[in-house]
């Protein structure tokens, strides 16, 4: 088990299987894990800051050490005012590295004590994207095998 308070951030618009898998495996390192989600009135998203909070806490009712939040702003800026020091973030394929990789530099530059660490998506879910999900939801597809059963209802009531 590691020692400190572990945030894994995101956008989770909306949360995944993917998501969850990780989030579970997470749950069983950290005594503590945040899910942070990120509330950025620039980016158009399609569930509001609430809606992807919501459907988190459902996702995540039965992992007891997991708290759901919300944060705007810098990222290191969040670490610091919620005193922690690890950055949880998945990598599915080689495709997420180089994003990932400039996130993690550009935030050791401006907060050195905050480390970064990886997780691999389990196999089962490295194809999974939040977009994926809401493209598919938009034209009334099969999302149940994309997100938690407890979400579906309200993703598709959204696209109604
Ligand atoms: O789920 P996402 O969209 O890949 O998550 C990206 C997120 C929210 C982790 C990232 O965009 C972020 O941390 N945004 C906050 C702004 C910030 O700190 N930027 C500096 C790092 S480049």
Known sequence: MCKGLCVYPGSFDPVTLGH???IERAAKLFPNLVVAVLN???KHNMFTVEQRMNMLSRACAHLTNVTIDS???LLVDYMRSANAEIVLRGLRAVTDFENEFQMAQVNRQIAPGIETLFMMTSPDY????SSAVRQIAMFGGDISTLVPPCIIEEIHRVFK
Do not use: R
């Open 71 to 73: 944060f705007g702003g």
């Open 40 to 42: 950025n009135p620039d």
């Open 20 to 22: 969850v898998d990780l």
């Open 126 to 129: 490295a194809y999974i994207s």
